[in-house]
C-alpha cells in the first residue's frame, strides 16, 4: 500500500524555517539529523507525532528557487496546510505577528487562508465544512 509519509517545502534558511514552523505554527521537531551542509529537519503536528512528517527542504537548487519565485509572483501557495478553524488560526497567527496575504475567506464548502511563511513561500490554509 502506497501512502504519504513525508512531503517537503523549499526553504531559505533552514533555522529560520525550524523557528517560524515551531515557534509560530506550532508544529514540533520530527527529525533533525546533519547531512552535510544541511540537515534532515522535519516537522510534525503535535496531534499526529506519528503523521505526515514536513520535510524543510534547502532551496539551493537554481529550479527550485525558480519555482518558488514563479508562484509567489503569482500570489499561488508551495502548499496547503488542514486546519479545523482556520478564523481562529489567523487570529492566533497574527497574534504571533504572521503576515497574511490573504485573511480568512469562506468560499461556501471551505475557508481559506494564505500566509507567509518567511522562508520564501505562501502556505494555504484550509478548513473544509461539514
Known amino acids: 500500500m502506497i501512502r504519504v509519509r513525508?512531503?517537503?517545502v523549499y526553504v531559505d534558511d533552514q533555522a529560520q524555517?525550524?523557528?517560524f514552523y515551531t515557534e509560530?505554527?506550532?508544529?514540533?521537531?520530527?527529525?533533525?539529523?546533519?547531512?552535510?551542509d544541511a540537515r534532515w529537519l522535519t516537522v510534525v503536528s503535535p496531534a499526529d507525532?506519528?503523521?505526515?512528517?514536513?520535510?524543510?527542504?534547502?532551496?539551493?537548487?537554481?529550479?527550485?528557487r525558480a519555482f518558488r519565485e514563479a508562484l509567489r509572483a503569482d500570489g499561488i501557495p508551495f502548499t496547503q496546510f488542514?486546519?479545523?478553524?482556520?478564523?481562529?488560526?489567523?487570529?492566533r497567527l497574527e497574534a504571533l505577528g504572521v503576515e497574511f496575504t490573504?485573511?480568512?475567506?469562506?468560499?461556501?464548502?471551505v475557508v481559506t487562508a494564505v500566509l507567509d511563511d518567511t522562508c520564501g513561500?505562501?502556505?494555504q490554509l484550509a478548513q473544509l465544512k461539514p
Do not use: R
Not at 488542514?82 to 487570529?91: C, F, H, K, L, R
Open 121 to 123: 513561500n505562501l502556505i
Open 49 to 64: 507525532p506519528d503523521g505526515v512528517e514536513l520535510l524543510l527542504e534547502p532551496a539551493g537548487h537554481p529550479a527550485a
Open 102 to 109: 490573504q485573511g480568512a475567506v469562506d468560499h461556501g464548502p
Open 82 to 91: 488542514a486546519s479545523d478553524d482556520v478564523a481562529a488560526e489567523v487570529a
Open 17 to 19: 524555517a525550524l523557528a
Open 24 to 36: 509560530k505554527m506550532g508544529f514540533q521537531v520530527g527529525t533533525d539529523v546533519p547531512t552535510g
Open 6 to 8: 513525508l512531503t517537503s
